[in-house]
């Protein structure tokens, strides 16, 4: 059954594997990042083409690649992606650019991409390996996206920049320094494995 | 072959056409990427320059430019600083436009920084911080007002206000424009400061 096993392939990275809350990789960028949705949306977005181009071209050439050598070359590999996003950024969404800072240079490392690379497009076939990084990017995505707006809510009383808390609302300064960051993760996480163990036990 | 050979071949295929991949990108994307910055700084200057429509480079040196801002009939109008100094976490840019005569600051805005989010980063932040520079006066160094005060009437003409828990940002700020003002003053008792218009003359 070819078809459930796509399924199966792209689901889990959106829950039962999902990169943020399950495996816990790729903290930093999550952290540092969301303290805006605006960020959160950018780092999520450039993650993704990261890691699904790098998963693309990894699990093409993974028979040429002799094992002794492959983490390198997936890092070159991965390295050449992370350079084209940082430089389209910069080239045509500077803002952005900006308000991401050193993190885009830093995907290079996020364990996610490595991680995938490792674990799944290097043992995989193409299609499958895609469909892999599109559903750990869109589970990635979906929790950066949950983590800075419930921060930038806090902590600003704004979403996406604009006013939504009214006048009489205090912004939580913390909740946009890195203590909000882990308090959130921390609550999202636990909330997460009460909500798996209630439907298991259903 | 040998599996030393292969993991040597291996290695410098991906690294050559990992090279030669990102030196296109980098050629495509370079022009682009100055001209973001040029255009990031002449918008700046237009902001901090009341009423000027053009600049032009009078002085560089590092991390101080200085730019003169002219309108549409080409005289000078003031003057606009790019200047650069250390801050709380990393480097804060940032461009200070004063009047012709050295004597008042119109404006100032902040271009680069990686202040802390939510308190040193406010540097940038019209409302709590950057409204106080308006008008404030160019002949003597400036000072932080602490603890801070409600309105612009009530600081000193060479107060500007502190952020409420960003004392280290908000003085960085300071220091940095103190520091290009010195250069500034002795610069223009230099006669470098002069603009094309003036030396027409």
Known sequence: ??????????????????????????????????????????????????????????????????????????????????????RVLAGFFPAISKALGPFVPLIVVNCIILGRAEAFASKNKVGRSVIDAVGMSLGFFLALLLLSSIRELLGSGTLLGHPVLGEWFEPWVIMLLPPGAFITLGLLMAISIQLEKRQKGG | MSLAARMVLVLTTVGLLSGTFLMTVGLLTKDRIALNKKLEIERAIMTVVPGSSSSRLLYEEKDLTVYGGMDAMGSTVGYAVYASGVGFQDKISLVVGIDKDLTKIHNLAVLEQKETPGLGAKITDKASFLIYWEGRDFTQPLRLRKPPVDSSARLASSEVNTITGATISSQAVVDIVNSARDKVKKLAEAGKLVTGEENAR
């Open chain 1, 1 to 86: 059954m070819p078809d459930r096993t796509a399924r199966q392939d792209f689901l889990k990275g959106l829950s039962s594997e999902n990169p943020i809350f399950r495996q816990m990789l790729g903290m930093c960028p999550t952290l540092a990042v969301t303290n805006a949705v605006i960020n959160g949306i950018a780092m999520g977005l450039a993650t993704s083409f990261v890691l699904i181009f790098s998963s693309l071209v990894i699990s093409s050439i993974k028979r040429l690649i002799p094992n002794q050598v492959r983490i390198a070359s997936y890092i070159v590999i991965i390295a050449s992606f992370v350079t084209i996003a940082d």
